[in-house]
């Protein structure tokens, strides 16, 4: 991922804790589809999968923090380095926050079989913004192992679109509500299950604008589109 270093064994440890984090990404992005699975099938088994997965996930998080820890405190970088490093550890923390969602909507499907009213919402319109959110979060990866600034910026507008079903779902869910009180307290749990599809999204769009901050130094969080586009010409 990162260029040539004139420190061999300086770029072999960059190349290591970059390979660290992708497979943290694997992890994660298989912890995504198991919950998709789990939601589309009500399957409990294969939400339980996704809890158990999360303890890995967390162990991953603590050790890459702490070789990245490890690296900067013998290496001292500077400029371009010290930002891909630093990027590298946000990248790994809302990996980590993607894995917390993902046991979330796990445990949100486990919540709403046991309620016995899993067949009576419309629990199967979140698989579209579901599929949005996995890809998204397989693009930023992608993006990041290359640091592609023209990917990570149609990352960002890609992210407009899981808001869109977001505000769409919302709005069903509480016409069901309307209709029938009883399915309240199931709808809440779909509400809440929703949003975290909706962070997932989030996650991506955080790590396509640290690969903006690695490459052009400009920190783009509260940036427009417009804004961010100009900034990299």
Do not use: W
Not at 72 to 79: D, G, N
Not at 218 to 230: G, L, M, Y
């Amino acid at each position: 991922m990162p260029d040539k270093h004139l420190s061999t064994q300086f770029d072999s440890e960059l190349n290591g804790v970059s390979s660290r984090v992708m497979e943290l990404g694997g992890l994660v992005e298989s912890q995504i589809r198991q919950a998709i699975y789990a939601l589309a099938q009500f399957n409990a088994d294969a939400a339980s999968q996704v809890i158990e997965t999360e303890h890995r996930v967390n162990q991953m998080e603590v050790e890459i923090d702490r070789e990245l820890s490890s690296i900067i405190a013998r290496r001292q970088p500077t400029a371009r380095d010290l930002r891909l490093l630093m990027a590298i550890s946000k990248t790994t923390a809302n990996l980590e926050r993607v894995g917390d969602e993902s046991a979330k909507i796990a445990r949100m499907v486990r919540s709403i079989i046991d309620s016995g009213s899993a067949r009576a919402l419309p629990a199967s319109e979140l698989n579209v913004a579901c599929d949005l959110a996995s890809g998204l979060l397989r693009k930023a990866l992608d993006a990041f192992a290359r640091l592609d600034t023209a990917a990570a910026v149609a990352i960002l507008k890609e992210d407009d679109l899981i808001d869109k079903e977001f505000d769409g779902f919302v709005r069903k869910l509480i016409t069901y509500m309307m209709e029938d009180p009883r399915t309240i307290s199931a709808s809440l749990d779909l509400l809440f299950l929703a949003k975290a599809i909706e962070r997932i999204g989030d996650h991506a769009k955080n790590i396509a604008e640290f690969i903006i901050y690695v490459v052009k130094g400009a920190d783009v969080r509260h940036s427009s589109i417009e804004q961010i586009e100009s900034a990299l010409k």
